[in-house]
């Protein structure tokens, strides 16, 4: 069977917590000699069941976005678009133009998955499993097991409150993928009740509760780049990762 996904990356956050200053992206930050973004392009460039990449990002990102498309030979993007104020506007506006493809084309996704443009260490075989995964069940979302022990805290503030078990709690992970008119008519009613949800998966559970969605678990190399340790273990595991190969090549 011939799946066809439509990928949203998600890269139109400054990096607050990066400390980064002056509005900077830390999607542009480097990795191993190329942009954390240009990582993620590529993953997505090489996995079979994509077939369109939307690019969401703020304005003056642009321009740089679309030079290194060209660049490094990126073809399956087919747009670069202005986020919004928050992350599932910025979603919401890629779909937008995606429903616009629609009334205009035969070729309509299978699939709309959503992935962090700062996490670049996803793999084309792990992007085309959930591809897969999300063709049976409807919807598909990667995650990992937690290391540390997790609490709640309790009413009281500064003191601990219960402890759930660890065995039934995953941390959530991009890419996140749904059958594509799932996706759609989530954000539709997102917007219309001007309801905002954590990730793609929370619009999902809200909107559709009879959908369950399938877990893909996944390793700890797919990171997401938030504080600026982070990147001293990105580079950690870019080495491990492309010990034999360049992540971007230029064409």
């Known amino acids: 069977m011939t799946i066809s996904a439509s990928a949203i990356i998600a890269a139109s956050g400054i990096g607050k917590r990066m400390q980064l200053g002056d509005g900077q ?26 077939k369109a990449v939307y690019i969401a990002t703020r304005t003056e990102n642009i321009e740089n ?12 993007i087919r747009a670069i678009i202005e986020g919004g104020k928050e992350r599932q506007d910025s979603i919401r506006n890629c779909i937008r133009f995606i429903e616009n493809e629609m009334a205009t084309s035969d070729a309509d996704p299978d699939i709309i998955m959503v992935h962090d443009g700062a996490r670049p260490f996803i793999r084309p075989s792990e992007i085309d499993d959930i591809s897969r995964l999300t063709m049976e069940y409807g919807a598909c979302v990667p995650a990992t097991k937690p290391k540390d022990t997790i609490k709640f805290i309790a009413s009281d503030p500064g003191y601990f409150g219960e402890t759930p078990d660890r065995s039934r709690l995953l941390q959530v992970q991009t890419p996140q993928s749904f059958r594509a008119s799932l996706l759609i ?5 997102g917007e219309l009740e001007q309801w905002y949800g954590t990730d793609d998966a929370s619009l999902v559970e809200r909107f559709f509760p009879e959908q369950r969605i399938r877990v893909y678990e996944t390793g700890y190399h797919n990171m997401k780049i938030t504080t600026p340790e982070d990147v001293e273990v990105a580079e950690a595991i870019y080495r491990r990762l492309n010990a034999a190969e360049e992540p971007c090549s230029e064409k």
């Open 185 to 189: 008519q989530a954000h539709e009613q």
């Open 65 to 76: 976005l679309q030079s290194m498309a060209r660049q490094y030979g990126f073809g399956k």
């Open 25 to 50: 992206s830390k999607q542009l930050l480097e990795i191993g000699g190329y942009p954390v973004i240009c990582h993620t392009l590529k993953a997505f460039q090489n996995a079979s069941t994509i």
